[in-house]
């Protein structure tokens, strides 16, 4: 079953625009990561961060979370046509070595 | 580093036909790799994790009797789906962790495109 929550499920943006997209999940975590799927293809995966840390940056990328309410957020800043595709969070939990997915986000960047 | 290959990326099969799937870690050696299929506009459901010499763990609802999986090597693992039927028509994703035990980052195939007819 999908422990994460993605909202929205969909967003269209105009180039050079941020996008911003949210995951909430059920249970505790030992970290909670961030993929990109292009249509029909793998997924690439973009940040990991561990239930100890509040924030993460990679390149354009911010991602923050928030164990007390059990959410995360992936900021796409400046975001390019490239970027369209689909964003996926994943909760690892402590005890084993499953990840969870959650609904996706499909984000559309308009050039 | 880290590369995952899945075989064939996609494949047309007959109802009733057996068809088997190939994940390959190119360049780590895999302790665990997991299978996830994926409906179209949908997010990855697990099926199973394998580790290398040991059974495979299904999740709930899964057949392994149908899905058949094998991890018989570091670097490869293999998920057969037997008797194929339309339903299963599907987009399977294998990934792999070279680290054993806690959570933490899945390298990810290119997916398989099955279609069964």
Redesign the interface.
Same mark, same amino acid.
């Given at each position: 079953s &999908?422990q994460g929550e993605e909202d929205p499920q969909a967003l269209s943006i105009q180039e050079g625009e941020n996008a911003t997209m949210n995951c909430s999940y059920k249970t505790s975590i /030992? /970290?909670l &990561?961030w993929?990109r799927q292009n249509s $029909?293809? $793998? #997924?690439?995966?973009l940040i #990991?961060i561990r239930s100890n840390e509040r924030e993460k940056h990679s390149g354009r990328l911010r991602v923050t979370l928030d164990t007390s309410k059990k959410s995360s957020s992936l900021l796409i800043t400046a975001s390019r046509a490239a970027d369209t595709a689909s964003y996926?969070c994943a909760t !690892?939990?402590?005890a !084993? /070595?499953?990840?969870?997915? !959650?609904? $996706?986000t499909?984000v559309l960047v308009k050039p | 580093g880290a590369v995952v290959s899945q075989h064939p990326s996609w494949v047309i099969c007959k109802s009733g036909t057996s068809v088997k799937i190939e994940c390959r870690s190119l360049d780590f050696q895999a302790t665990t790799m997991f299978w996830y299929r994926q409906f179209p506009k949908q997010s990855l459901m697990l099926m199973a994790t394998s580790n290398e010499g040991s059974k495979a763990t299904y999740e709930q609802g899964v057949e392994k009797d149908k899905f058949l999986i094998n991890h018989a090597s570091l670097t490869l693992s293999t998920l057969t789906v037997t008797s194929a039927h339309p339903e299963d028509s599907s987009f399977y994703i294998c990934s792999a962790r070279a680290v054993a035990g806690e959570s933490g980052e899945q390298y990810f195939g290119p997916g398989t495109r099955l279609t069964v007819t």
């Open positions: &999908q /030992n /970290n &990561q993929y $029909g293809r $793998g #997924l690439v995966h #990991l996926f !690892g939990k402590a !084993g /070595n499953k990840l969870t997915f !959650g609904g $996706g499909r | -």
